[in-house]
């Protein structure tokens, strides 16, 4: 049976949407997964959704870097 956990496909788009982000390829360190990919992901999201990114680009800024240096904290 199809779920939106096992099927990215199923399910309305929000579920697709975690899916997807649930199952990003990181690259490996001898410590674990590298977190690099999620962390940026979090942060363009952020800055779209409080309109400092308005553009189909992605430069990097001062929001950018303070924003991937804050949420690598957490």
Known sequence: MKTALTD???GPP???CIHQL???KQGGTKW???PHKP???LTLM???ASRKITENQI???PDLVEGVRAN???
């Open 8 to 10: 990215p496909d199923a």
């Open 32 to 34: 674990g997964k590298a």
């Open 46 to 48: 952020e800055l779209i």
């Open 59 to 61: 430069r990097l800024t």
């Open 39 to 41: 962390v940026l992901l």
């Open 72 to 74: 690598f904290e957490i």
């Open 22 to 24: 649930s199952h990003l």
């Open 14 to 16: 929000l579920a697709r």
